[in-house]
């Protein structure tokens, strides 16, 4: 089982519509993370939050923090083909840390 | 913040036989993660390893099967043992720098026939 789930799993949007990916536990991290990756490559870290109720915002990316420190969500405006890819959230407890078990978004032009 | 070398990118090997999978970090960090991971789908950690100790292994994985080594603060391998077909899958290492900082290689895909 997994311990963070992300919905939806798969996601396809036309080009310039908004979307948001949801990150729920029932359990408690110290600090959450949000990675994309394409196909052939490994995960790039976009943003790690912290803080309860945070917010953090990377361009068109919008991303929060639950105030319990066990949900996470990531808002898209404006979604672009570039944004294509495998999205996944992962949680941090001491040394480790859990991955989601991710969403796949497709942005058609 | 650090930047992966991983090889091989891709192998095709022959069921019974071992890989060995090399990550080579351009700066140190303080732990290292191997993971695996399905086309399309979230990873699986395999095991910790940290410089001068065994590795620690995630339940479902093995020393015996997944023979990890972490011989300086730059460099680890993961060996897959006794290949089969199951085996088949991505497998990523990964460093950390600090407390939040996460950088992962381009990862292996492995094909066992």
């Known amino acids: 089982t997994q311990l963070l789930e992300q919905s939806p799993q798969f996601l396809s949007i036309q080009e310039g519509e908004n979307l948001t990916v949801y990150c729920n536990s029932s359990?408690?991290?110290?600090?959450l993370q949000w990675y994309r990756q394409e196909p052939g490559e490994g995960p790039v870290l976009l943003v790690t939050?912290?803080?309860?109720?945070e917010v953090k915002k990377l361009k068109r990316l919008t991303f929060q923090f639950g105030d319990a420190r066990k949900d996470s969500s990531l808002h898209i405006t404006a979604a672009q083909p570039g944004d294509t890819g495998l999205y996944l959230c992962?949680?941090?407890?001491?040394?480790?840390?859990?991955f989601g078990s991710g969403t796949k978004l497709n942005v058609k032009p | 913040s650090a930047v992966i070398s991983q090889k091989p990118s891709r192998d095709i090997c022959q069921r019974g036989t071992s890989l060995t999978i090399q990550c080579q970090v351009d700066?140190?960090?303080?732990?290292m993660f191997w993971y695996r991971q399905q086309p399309g789908q979230s990873l699986t950690l395999i095991a910790t390893?940290?410089?001068?100790?065994?590795?620690?292994?995630e339940s479902g994985f093995v020393i015996d099967k997944f023979p990890i080594s972490r011989p300086n603060l730059t460099f680890s391998t993961l060996t897959v043992s006794n290949m089969s077909p199951e085996d088949s899958s991505i497998y990523l290492c990964?460093?950390?720098?600090?407390?939040?900082?996460?950088?992962f290689g381009s990862g292996t895909r492995l094909t066992v026939v």
């Open positions: 990964s460093g950390r720098q600090g407390n939040y900082g996460y950088t």
């Open positions: 939050v912290v803080t309860g109720g």
């Open positions: 992962a949680g941090v407890d001491f040394n480790k840390f859990y």
């Open positions: 700066s140190q960090v303080t732990m």
């Open positions: 390893a940290n410089q001068g100790s065994e590795a620690t292994y």
């Open positions: 359990s408690v991290f110290s600090s």
